[in-house]
């Protein structure tokens, strides 16, 4: 974390100022995560999921929107130790219960942030990989949050996107894609019963 220059953290005593749009209920959340059922909805294999995700010895990725890690593990495993994850959500308790679940698990270098997707705490071309499982769909502005997405990766970073589509309609997305399809270079795009999957690269300068 020290390399990095990270403008908040999990010391920081305040929830930062997030309204969010979609909030998924507690309960509806802890239903979802539990791995076989997301598994058996067909949508969710962590570890199979992020084979997407690039990995080269160095990388700076930030998970946004990590929430209560269902992807995090995996992220981190499949990252390795030459890497650095760093986990990002505006809850703090759910940061602090992430940093503890995972010390000692192998994998990438880790950092907690309580923050907003909308505001990313990293410096402008930081970033090599932005991580979006679920997450943006409950974000209070999701154009900002693209934009901001776009401000910290670097040229030719990734931008790798899980949307939920019961939450995230064609009308909610429609605007969120044609900014997407016009800030970055489209590379691979999924969509099953329940979600989208889209990874985009930012354009090398
Ligand atoms: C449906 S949960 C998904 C969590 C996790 N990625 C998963 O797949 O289980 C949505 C997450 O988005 C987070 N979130 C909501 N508003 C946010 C914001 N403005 N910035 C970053 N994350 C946000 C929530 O706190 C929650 O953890």
């Known amino acids: 974390m020290t390399e990095l220059d990270l403008k908040t953290s999990t010391t920081d005593p305040a929830r930062p100022g997030v309204r969010g749009g979609w909030r998924t209920p507690d309960r509806l959340y802890r239903l ?34 990590s929430g209560g890690g269902f992807y995090t593990t995996a992220l981190k495993t499949h990252l390795g130790s030459e890497n650095t994850l760093i986990a990002l959500d505006p809850s703090p308790s ?13 994998g990438a270098r880790m950092s907690y942030l309580a923050g907003d997707g909308c505001k990313l705490p990293l410096a402008d071309d930081q970033a090599d990989t932005l991580f979006y499982g679920y997450s943006l769909e409950e974000m209070p502005d999701p154009l900002a949050a693209m934009r901001e997405a776009h401000r910290v ?11 939920w589509r019961p ?39």
């Open 32 to 65: 979802i995560s539990s791995p076989v059922l997301r598994m058996i909805l067909g949508w969710d294999l962590p570890r199979y999921d992020l084979r997407v995700v690039e990995r080269r010895a160095g990388t700076v990725c930030m998970e946004v929107g």
């Open 94 to 106: 759910a940061m602090q219960s992430l940093r503890h679940r995972l010390d000692g698990v192998p």
């Open 153 to 163: 990766l670097r040229p030719g970073g990734e931008l790798v996107l899980f949307l």
């Open 167 to 205: 939450v995230f309609t064609r009308h909610r997305r429609r605007p969120v894609v044609a900014l997407l399809d016009e800030l970055f270079e489209r590379r691979r795009t999924s969509a099953g019963p329940q979600n989208i999957r889209l990874v985009y690269r930012k354009p090398a300068e």
